[in-house]
């Protein structure tokens, strides 16, 4: 992604990848130009093609992949909550599974004899980033957003289904797009290239692959300390805390000898404060520079300007306040600003809406499966995409009717949209290596805003059913491209894909629970979850109407709305000034996060761009894999410590499957 187009992605749709395009340019696809489709798609098959000849879907490459998708799924709820920002793990796991089997190799030598292939990795990598990515975003949106709004959790089973449904549809969906928009078009998908390159790297030069690795650990370990430092003996069930054995305020401004005020409250209340994490830091430093800033900016004008002038009005409860009292007008403006700058960053990319909608013919135009077309026998069959889509589908809106009374025509249209509006999403991937995951959802809403205007259930699920599958669509879709660009055999990439679904399932749809046993804790410091709060803003004013504010927040929310029209139509009228122009983004989303997230994620973008200009090879090398260890590392200790609360967990997991224990007990007469 080019630091032009950073800006217009929010944090909730950025992938780590990404930021592998900001530091080394990605080599061009092998476009083959003046051959027919069936031509171009024989020369890769002679000459890159190397399905047949090297190990690719083995028993081992699956369960690394889902093992390691699995933990990084964590990790992505974990950060998901804190800040809306999805974490992209297939580099991530490229690295930990090329370094995890070495080391195994070294150990154990008698059990590990041989090295993992390049397609095994890439294999690997597949099932990872689906278990990783594609089951885990609608946890931090529609879900968490469905649990604000009717303050109860849905039950283990049906959120079990309902993620492995989206995860599945997404994966059908995207198996006519890769032959279309993949072999034919050659699309660039530039994350893919990304991560093909670092691949040829790892195998390629030992050594830098070794550096990198280590970097993560050592970044891994590190995280997990500061962690461990911050939430350790904090009513979890750690015993250990540094905080209690040095007896030390590890915040600021709690930390310094002195403390200002605003109207009379102490910074502190306007959520001027820094909390130790070096998760965020990490993540500004994946973001970049222009977001960070824009961070800061937004937050500055937020808590210091814009939060004291409206408090006056009484639109914040100055009794209660802190960073829930202020959200409960910020989210309007801060929401706005995210859906009109991304619609309108949406609307202006309608040549590829329109390549998109143009190529319907060709996507589902079905090659005849025989001996005269060479790939037949390693391309994913269209019989797959049918029974696959229809099965995922009708989950989806079976799911939709019997647990959230969504009617079976609606269900119906939600899947029928998702189908094309994914097919735009994974379009705008393959082309600009952003996926508008949020405007795609909005779209969703906004129509059956207008299809059923009072249902706020219905208004997020089908929304989640666009967003959850589109997302997860583009993301396979940019995994293939490696694939293709490697040689690999599409259909076993494709059975990696679809194995990491349950591993994903496995996993998240319980620490779901235990880490949000209830609606309290969202909005709150500890699970600020802004991308639940922005679906859930949109779902109410939908249903309510604009009246129904507070006057404060609907001239917030009007004037938040110019904001994300104005601040995109500047930088079109001043192309050559777009760096100096704050990214409408960054600006929404820190009005719905804390201060303190938006000052460290800064801190972190000023770190990376210093390291940039003064060692730019050091940056390419260390700042992604680092970066991504710091965030791996944190997050799963954040998670563990969770964990570590016996009778939270228990408490939290047992609770949806209370009844059934009770049904069987009954029936075998256990007292």
């Not at 009617?407 to 379009?427: C, D």
């Not at 393959?430 to 059956?448: H, N, R, V, W, Y």
């Not at 563990?640 to 049904?663: E, Q, T, Y």
């Amino acid at each position: 992604m080019s630091d032009e187009n950073r800006d217009d992605l929010p944090l909730e749709e950025m992938r780590s990848e990404d930021s592998v395009e900001l530091l080394q340019e990605p080599k061009e696809d092998p476009h083959v130009a003046g051959l027919s489709p069936e031509e171009t798609e024989l020369k890769w098959y002679k000459e890159v093609y190397q399905g047949d000849t090297m190990k690719q879907l083995t028993l081992r490459s699956v369960i690394m992949g889902s093992f390691l998708g699995g933990f990084m799924s964590l990790s992505n709820l974990y950060i998901g909550l804190k800040t809306g920002w999805g974490l992209g793990v297939a580099i991530t796991a490229c690295i930990l599974s090329y370094t995890i089997w070495k080391t195994l190799r070294t150990l154990l030598p008698f059990l590990f004899k041989t090295d993992m292939t390049i397609l095994e990795n890439n294999c690997m990598q597949s099932a990872a980033s689906s278990a990783g990515y594609s089951t885990g975003g609608t946890m931090v949106s529609a879900i968490s957003a469905y649990l604000i709004i009717t303050g109860h959790n849905m039950s283990w089973q049906v959120l079990s289904l309902w993620t492995f449904f989206l995860a599945a549809l997404g994966v059908f969906i995207a198996i006519p797009m890769k032959r279309q928009m993949i072999n034919i078009e050659q699309l660039k998908f530039p994350s893919g290239i990304a991560a093909a390159e670092t691949l040829k790297s790892l195998h390629a030069k030992g050594n830098e692959a070794s550096d990198k690795a280590k970097a993560m650990g050592a970044a891994g370990v590190f995280g997990a300390l500061v962690a461990l430092l911050r939430d350790g003996g904090h009513g979890t069930g750690v015993h250990f805390s540094f905080k209690k054995l040095f007896n030390i305020n590890f915040s600021l401004p709690g930390m310094l000898p002195f403390n200002g005020n605003i109207k009379g409250y102490p910074l502190e209340k306007w959520t001027f404060n820094f909390e130790v994490s070096a998760l965020m830091v990490a993540a500004g430093a994946i973001i970049g520079w222009k977001i960070s800033w824009s961070l800061l900016l937004g937050a500055i004008l937020n808590y210091g300007v814009l939060a004291p002038w409206v408090s006056s009005t009484g639109a914040i409860d100055m009794t209660k306040l802190g960073y829930r009292a202020i959200m409960q007008w910020s989210t309007w403006a801060g929401a706005a600003i995210m859906v009109t700058s991304g619609l309108f960053a949406f609307a202006l990319q309608w040549k590829t809406v329109m390549r998109a909608f143009g190529g319907v013919t060709n996507i589902l135009h079905a090659r005849p499966e025989t001996n005269t077309d060479p790939l037949a026998h390693i391309e994913v069959p269209s019989s797959w995409f049918l029974t696959g889509t229809a099965f995922s589908g009708l989950g989806c809106i079976m799911v939709l009717h019997y647990a959230f009374q969504t009617s079976f025509w609606m269900g119906f249209v939600a899947v029928v949209m998702t189908f094309f509006l994914a097919m735009v999403a994974a379009r705008a991937t393959g082309e600009s290596d952003i996926t508008p995951i949020g405007a795609m959802g909005k779209i969703t809403q906004l129509t059956f805003g207008m299809l059923a205007p009072s249902n706020m259930t219905t208004n997020l699920m089908t929304a989640s059913v666009t967003a959850g599958a589109a997302g997860a669509t583009a993301d396979l879709l940019t995994d293939l491209k490696s694939g293709y660009l490697l040689g690999a055999n599409p259909r076993q990439q494709f059975l990696a894909q679809f194995f990491g679904i349950f591993a994903g399932t496995l996993v998240v749809v319980p620490a779901f629970y235990i880490l949000v046993p209830d609606a309290s804790v969202l909005g709150s410091d500890q699970w600020p979850a802004p991308s639940a709060q922005v679906w859930a803003a949109v779902a109410r004013l939908l249903s309510n109407g604009i009246h129904s504010l507070h006057p404060a927040a609907r001239m917030g929310m009007i004037a938040g709305a110019l904001v994300g029209i104005i601040i995109p139509c500047l930088e079109l009228a001043f192309p050559k000034r777009r760096k100096y122009i704050p990214s409408a983004m960054g600006i929404g989303l820190a009005m719905v996060i804390p201060f303190w997230n938006s000052l460290s994620m800064f801190i972190g973008g000023t770190i990376a761009l210093f390291l940039e200009k003064t060692n730019k090879k050091g940056a390419e090398k260390y700042i992604v894999p680092v970066s991504s260890g710091i965030i791996a590392g944190e997050s799963l200790m954040g998670v563990a410590i969770a964990l570590s609360d016996a009778r939270g967990m228990f408490s939290a997991f047992l609770a949806p499957v209370k009844p059934m224990i009770n049904s069987v007990k009954a029936a075998l007469r256990i007292p």
